[in-house]
T-cell receptor
Protein backbone atom coordinates (compact mmCIF):
# COMPACT_ATOMS: atom_id res chain seq x y z
CA UNK A 1 0.00 0.00 0.00
CA UNK A 2 1.15 3.51 -0.71
CA UNK A 3 2.03 5.92 2.08
CA UNK A 4 3.45 9.37 2.60
CA UNK A 5 5.32 10.62 5.64
CA UNK A 6 5.88 14.19 6.68
CA UNK A 7 8.20 13.86 9.66
CA UNK A 8 7.86 17.43 10.93
CA UNK A 9 4.61 18.70 12.41
CA UNK A 10 5.91 22.26 12.24
CA UNK A 11 8.75 24.10 10.56
CA UNK A 12 9.81 27.55 11.71
CA UNK A 13 11.88 29.81 9.50
CA UNK A 14 12.73 33.50 9.42
CA UNK A 15 11.52 35.60 6.54
CA UNK A 16 14.08 35.76 3.77
CA UNK A 17 15.69 32.46 4.74
CA UNK A 18 15.39 29.31 2.64
CA UNK A 19 12.81 26.78 3.70
CA UNK A 20 12.46 23.03 3.32
CA UNK A 21 9.42 20.91 4.12
CA UNK A 22 10.22 17.21 4.10
CA UNK A 23 8.27 14.36 2.55
CA UNK A 24 9.08 10.71 2.03
CA UNK A 25 6.93 8.21 0.19
CA UNK A 26 6.39 4.52 -0.25
CA UNK A 27 4.70 3.22 -3.40
CA UNK A 28 4.91 0.29 -5.71
CA UNK A 29 5.72 1.34 -9.21
CA UNK A 30 6.32 4.86 -10.42
CA UNK A 31 5.40 7.60 -7.98
CA UNK A 32 3.11 10.46 -8.89
CA UNK A 33 3.78 13.09 -6.23
CA UNK A 34 2.07 16.34 -5.37
CA UNK A 35 2.36 19.23 -2.94
CA UNK A 36 -0.66 21.18 -1.76
CA UNK A 37 -0.99 24.15 0.59
CA UNK A 38 -3.93 24.96 2.84
CA UNK A 39 -4.62 28.36 4.30
CA UNK A 40 -6.98 28.76 7.28
CA UNK A 41 -10.59 27.97 6.46
CA UNK A 42 -9.71 27.26 2.86
CA UNK A 43 -9.46 24.22 0.64
CA UNK A 44 -6.19 22.88 -0.66
CA UNK A 45 -4.31 24.71 -3.37
CA UNK A 46 -2.12 22.82 -5.82
CA UNK A 47 1.55 23.84 -5.75
CA UNK A 48 3.39 21.39 -7.96
CA UNK A 49 3.64 17.80 -9.14
CA UNK A 50 6.22 15.25 -10.17
CA UNK A 51 5.26 12.72 -12.78
CA UNK A 52 8.45 12.05 -14.66
CA UNK A 53 11.42 13.96 -16.01
CA UNK A 54 13.64 16.42 -14.19
CA UNK A 55 14.13 15.75 -10.53
CA UNK A 56 13.71 19.44 -9.71
CA UNK A 57 10.14 20.54 -10.22
CA UNK A 58 9.12 24.18 -10.19
CA UNK A 59 5.70 25.22 -9.03
CA UNK A 60 3.53 28.11 -7.94
CA UNK A 61 4.53 31.02 -5.71
CA UNK A 62 8.26 30.35 -6.11
CA UNK A 63 8.14 26.87 -4.62
CA UNK A 64 10.07 23.94 -6.01
CA UNK A 65 10.49 20.33 -5.02
CA UNK A 66 13.32 17.88 -5.41
CA UNK A 67 12.52 14.29 -6.27
CA UNK A 68 15.06 11.76 -5.02
CA UNK A 69 14.29 8.21 -6.05
CA UNK A 70 17.04 6.56 -4.04
CA UNK A 71 15.93 8.28 -0.84
CA UNK A 72 12.22 8.07 -1.79
CA UNK A 73 11.88 11.72 -0.91
CA UNK A 74 10.09 14.70 -2.41
CA UNK A 75 11.06 17.71 -0.31
CA UNK A 76 9.44 21.09 -0.88
CA UNK A 77 11.76 24.08 -1.01
CA UNK A 78 11.77 27.82 -1.46
CA UNK A 79 14.90 29.98 -1.66
CA UNK A 80 13.48 32.89 0.33
CA UNK A 81 10.49 32.50 2.66
CA UNK A 82 7.72 35.08 2.99
CA UNK A 83 5.46 35.64 5.98
CA UNK A 84 2.56 34.96 3.63
CA UNK A 85 3.91 31.43 3.07
CA UNK A 86 2.77 30.52 6.58
CA UNK A 87 0.23 27.75 6.08
CA UNK A 88 -0.31 24.00 6.27
CA UNK A 89 1.51 21.98 3.61
CA UNK A 90 0.55 18.52 2.42
CA UNK A 91 2.52 16.05 0.39
CA UNK A 92 0.50 13.46 -1.51
CA UNK A 93 1.00 10.44 -3.72
CA UNK A 94 -1.39 9.31 -6.42
CA UNK A 95 -1.84 5.60 -6.79
CA UNK A 96 -4.07 3.19 -8.60
CA UNK A 97 -3.52 4.35 -12.14
CA UNK A 98 -2.78 0.78 -13.13
CA UNK A 99 -5.59 -0.84 -11.19
CA UNK A 100 -8.36 1.59 -11.97
CA UNK A 101 -8.72 2.52 -8.32
CA UNK A 102 -7.14 5.94 -8.34
CA UNK A 103 -6.75 7.82 -5.05
CA UNK A 104 -4.60 10.49 -3.48
CA UNK A 105 -2.94 9.55 -0.22
CA UNK A 106 -1.89 12.54 1.87
CA UNK A 107 0.76 12.99 4.47
CA UNK A 108 -0.19 14.30 7.89
CA UNK A 109 0.73 17.85 6.98
CA UNK A 110 3.45 20.24 8.10
CA UNK A 111 2.65 23.65 9.48
CA UNK A 112 5.05 26.25 8.17
CA UNK A 113 5.53 29.33 10.33
CA UNK A 114 7.54 32.17 8.81
CA UNK A 115 8.58 34.80 11.31
CA UNK A 116 9.05 38.42 10.23
CA UNK B 1 -12.76 29.95 -15.17
CA UNK B 2 -14.69 29.37 -11.97
CA UNK B 3 -13.16 27.05 -9.41
CA UNK B 4 -14.68 24.13 -7.59
CA UNK B 5 -17.71 25.20 -5.60
CA UNK B 6 -19.18 23.43 -2.62
CA UNK B 7 -22.48 24.02 -0.90
CA UNK B 8 -23.28 24.60 1.81
CA UNK B 9 -20.10 25.97 3.36
CA UNK B 10 -21.23 25.29 6.91
CA UNK B 11 -23.70 22.82 8.30
CA UNK B 12 -24.83 21.85 11.77
CA UNK B 13 -26.70 18.60 12.28
CA UNK B 14 -27.60 16.36 15.19
CA UNK B 15 -26.76 12.72 15.68
CA UNK B 16 -28.93 10.37 13.68
CA UNK B 17 -29.77 12.86 10.98
CA UNK B 18 -28.58 12.62 7.41
CA UNK B 19 -26.87 15.22 5.29
CA UNK B 20 -26.23 15.87 1.61
CA UNK B 21 -23.29 17.92 0.41
CA UNK B 22 -22.93 19.26 -3.11
CA UNK B 23 -19.94 19.87 -5.33
CA UNK B 24 -19.72 21.56 -8.72
CA UNK B 25 -16.43 20.83 -10.48
CA UNK B 26 -14.46 23.12 -12.72
CA UNK B 27 -16.06 23.30 -16.15
CA UNK B 28 -14.80 20.47 -18.33
CA UNK B 29 -13.56 18.36 -15.43
CA UNK B 30 -15.03 14.86 -15.41
CA UNK B 31 -13.52 13.46 -12.25
CA UNK B 32 -14.74 14.40 -8.79
CA UNK B 33 -13.21 13.11 -5.58
CA UNK B 34 -14.29 13.57 -1.99
CA UNK B 35 -12.06 13.77 1.08
CA UNK B 36 -12.70 14.04 4.78
CA UNK B 37 -10.36 16.20 6.85
CA UNK B 38 -10.24 15.91 10.63
CA UNK B 39 -7.58 16.96 13.16
CA UNK B 40 -7.09 13.39 14.27
CA UNK B 41 -7.15 11.44 11.02
CA UNK B 42 -5.95 14.11 8.62
CA UNK B 43 -7.05 13.97 5.01
CA UNK B 44 -8.71 10.73 4.03
CA UNK B 45 -10.02 9.69 0.65
CA UNK B 46 -13.73 8.94 0.52
CA UNK B 47 -14.51 8.16 -3.12
CA UNK B 48 -13.98 9.21 -6.71
CA UNK B 49 -16.52 9.52 -9.47
CA UNK B 50 -15.68 9.60 -13.14
CA UNK B 51 -18.33 9.79 -15.84
CA UNK B 52 -21.11 9.13 -13.32
CA UNK B 53 -19.48 5.93 -12.05
CA UNK B 54 -17.86 5.41 -8.70
CA UNK B 55 -14.34 4.34 -9.53
CA UNK B 56 -12.87 3.94 -6.11
CA UNK B 57 -13.98 4.06 -2.51
CA UNK B 58 -11.95 4.64 0.60
CA UNK B 59 -12.22 2.85 3.89
CA UNK B 60 -15.43 4.39 5.17
CA UNK B 61 -18.66 2.73 6.30
CA UNK B 62 -21.64 2.36 4.02
CA UNK B 63 -23.28 5.37 5.67
CA UNK B 64 -21.13 7.43 3.34
CA UNK B 65 -22.34 7.42 -0.23
CA UNK B 66 -22.21 9.61 -3.28
CA UNK B 67 -23.22 10.06 -6.83
CA UNK B 68 -22.31 12.03 -9.90
CA UNK B 69 -24.65 13.54 -12.42
CA UNK B 70 -24.29 13.81 -16.17
CA UNK B 71 -23.03 17.40 -15.84
CA UNK B 72 -20.25 16.09 -13.53
CA UNK B 73 -21.75 17.71 -10.44
CA UNK B 74 -21.51 15.43 -7.45
CA UNK B 75 -23.24 14.93 -4.16
CA UNK B 76 -22.23 12.98 -1.13
CA UNK B 77 -24.59 11.76 1.52
CA UNK B 78 -23.96 10.72 5.08
CA UNK B 79 -26.77 8.91 6.83
CA UNK B 80 -27.27 8.32 10.54
CA UNK B 81 -24.75 10.96 11.51
CA UNK B 82 -22.33 10.31 14.35
CA UNK B 83 -20.32 12.79 16.39
CA UNK B 84 -17.17 11.53 14.69
CA UNK B 85 -18.48 12.62 11.31
CA UNK B 86 -17.76 16.22 12.25
CA UNK B 87 -15.16 17.29 9.73
CA UNK B 88 -14.28 19.44 6.77
CA UNK B 89 -15.45 17.66 3.64
CA UNK B 90 -13.44 18.58 0.60
CA UNK B 91 -14.34 18.02 -3.00
CA UNK B 92 -11.73 17.99 -5.76
CA UNK B 93 -12.09 17.92 -9.50
CA UNK B 94 -9.65 16.80 -12.12
CA UNK B 95 -9.52 17.12 -15.87
CA UNK B 96 -8.92 13.38 -16.22
CA UNK B 97 -8.98 13.09 -19.96
CA UNK B 98 -8.69 9.38 -19.45
CA UNK B 99 -9.01 7.09 -16.49
CA UNK B 100 -5.26 6.50 -16.33
CA UNK B 101 -4.41 10.18 -16.40
CA UNK B 102 -2.65 11.86 -13.55
CA UNK B 103 -3.85 15.42 -13.73
CA UNK B 104 -3.71 17.35 -10.52
CA UNK B 105 -6.85 17.74 -8.48
CA UNK B 106 -8.27 21.16 -7.73
CA UNK B 107 -10.01 21.50 -4.42
CA UNK B 108 -13.05 23.43 -3.36
CA UNK B 109 -13.23 25.41 -0.10
CA UNK B 110 -14.95 22.56 1.69
CA UNK B 111 -18.10 22.08 3.74
CA UNK B 112 -17.63 22.28 7.48
CA UNK B 113 -20.00 19.75 9.05
CA UNK B 114 -20.62 19.85 12.77
CA UNK B 115 -22.58 17.03 14.36
CA UNK B 116 -24.05 17.75 17.78
Amino acid sequence: AQSVAQPEDQVNVAEGNPLTVKCTYSVSGNPYLFWYVQYPNRGLQFLLKYITGDNLVKGSYGFEAEFNKSQTSFHLKKPSALVSDSALYFCAVLSGLDTGRRALTFGSGTRLQVQP
Amino acid sequence: KAGVTQTPRYLIKTRGQQVTLSCSPISGHRSVSWYQQTPGQGLQFLFEYFSETQRNKGNFPGRFSGRQFSNSRSEMNVSTLELGDSALYLCASSLAAGWSSYNEQFFGPGTRLTVL
